[in-house]
């Protein structure tokens, strides 16, 4: 036998045995050890009150919109305000 015909031969064994065993190798070793690190990520959002549910992540959602509105109300009101004192304070407005 030849060189090539024998690394071919080495790498048929290789690929019919060897993927099936890798596969089965992930699935039972690396699988479980996958959910409980998962798991226990999840459970420390929930330990200290921050479940990820639906309701908390809606609530959260609606604080920040009303936050941001507030937020953009205020600004224009210093805007304004701003604006407003920059008039009675330039040097032309006493000149009107």
Known sequence: MMLGETLVAITAILVVIGLPVGGLVIRFA???F???IAGAIRSQGTERG???TWE???HRLGR???SLVEQE???RRMLEVSEFDRQITSPEAGKE
Do not use: F, N
Request: aromatic share 0%; proline share 6%.
């Open 64 to 66: 920040i919109e009303r």
């Open 56 to 58: 908390v992540l809606d």
């Open 34 to 36: 996958a959910k409980e």
């Open 30 to 32: 690396l699988h479980p």
């Open 73 to 75: 109300a205020l600004t």
């Open 50 to 52: 921050e479940g990820a």
